[in-house]
């Protein structure tokens, strides 16, 4: 099912772990719903950034994928309201999170959280997004490993 012109539900469902381990990842119609919306955030992000395309690693997880791949009980991904991406022909993670932190500040674009996932090592960009008429919190975070734990530090690090 196409549900912008760039994503997909297929792909905005799409869970390696769920493959591998043969669980289910089947979203409700609400949480499509929730999937559709983000969508359409994430239709202003590719615009963001020059309409390069957008790799999704994690969009929606069931209750049962998001336990197995260690996510809390309370993440946005669980009901479709957050997406875990790369866009390498924009740049790096933190490049992409200051692109769109910058145009938060102007009032193109708004979201939940924004967190910089593991900026030396690679890394991804994973935003949250709540539901009208609820407004995000802006949270800026950067998580990083220490100790063999992750540690979200606040704002965006390099």
Not at 8 to 29: D, H, K
Not at 31 to 41: F, G, K, L, N
Not at 131 to 157: E, F, M, N
């Amino acid at each position: 099912m196409q549900l912008t012109p760039h994503f997909t539900l297929r792909e905005l469902t799409y869970s390696a772990t769920a493959a591998r381990q043969g669980l289910a990842n089947l979203p409700t119609p609400a949480e499509i719903e929730h999937i559709r919306h983000t969508a359409q955030r994430m239709e202003q992000i590719r615009s963001l950034l020059g309409d390069v395309p957008i790799t999704v690693l994690s969009c929606y997880r069931s209750e049962q994928v998001n336990k197995a791949v260690g996510g809390s009980p309370t993440s946005a991904h669980r009901h479709g309201l957050a997406c875990d991406f790369v866009a390498p022909r924009f740049g790096k993670p933190l490049a992409i999170c200051q692109a769109i932190e910058a145009a938060r500040t102007v009032g193109q674009i708004a979201f939940d959280q924004l967190i910089c996932e593991f900026p030396h090592s690679g890394g991804w960009v994973h935003i949250g997004f709540r539901l009208p008429p609820a407004h995000g919190r802006s949270q800026l975070l950067t998580a990083i490993k220490r100790d063999g734990h992750t540690v979200y530090l606040p704002g965006l690090q390099a």
